[in-house]
Nanobody, 121 residues
Framework: QVQLVESGGGLVQPGGSLRLSCAASGSAFSIYTMNWYRQPPGKQRELVAAITSGGSTNTADSVEGRFTISRDNAKNTVYLQMNSLKPEDTAVYYC???????????????WGQGTQVTVSS
């Protein structure tokens, strides 16, 4: 079982920066793929960035070059550094942890409660 708690959201002006954190409790954090999703008002949830247990990263085209995902396994924490924020980045941002159990083919999937990011002047 993994519990995820996001923090760092808030109100920021266009062009500004925020750093989101997601603290995980429970076992085996380092083997999980960690993801940041977001859900803009009235829209579906979308994947923003992902980082594997080996440290490989991937970011959505819409945030490429502006957002960076990283993890600190010693602190059981994943981060999302968001720079050059735009009004269209306004959304609830969710942390997600998932892993595959190769022997059974099962998947473990956990979500945080979300943190609001509002980009507005």
């Amino acid at each position: 079982q993994v519990q995820l708690v996001e923090s760092g959201g808030g109100l920021v002006q266009p062009g500004g920066s925020l750093r989101l954190s997601c603290a995980a409790s429970g076992s085996a954090f380092s083997i999980y793929t960690m993801n940041w999703y977001r859900q803009p008002p009235g829209k579906q949830r979308e994947l923003v960035a992902a980082i594997t247990s080996g440290g490989s990263t991937n970011t959505a085209d819409s945030v490429e070059g502006r957002f960076t995902i990283s993890r600190d396994n010693a602190k059981n924490t994943v981060y999302l550094q968001m720079n050059s924020l735009k009004p269209e980045d306004t959304a609830v941002y969710y942390c997600n942890a998932n892993r595959l159990f190769p022997a059974s083919g099962g998947v473990a999937n956990y979500w945080g409660q979300g943190t609001q990011v509002t980009v507005s002047s």
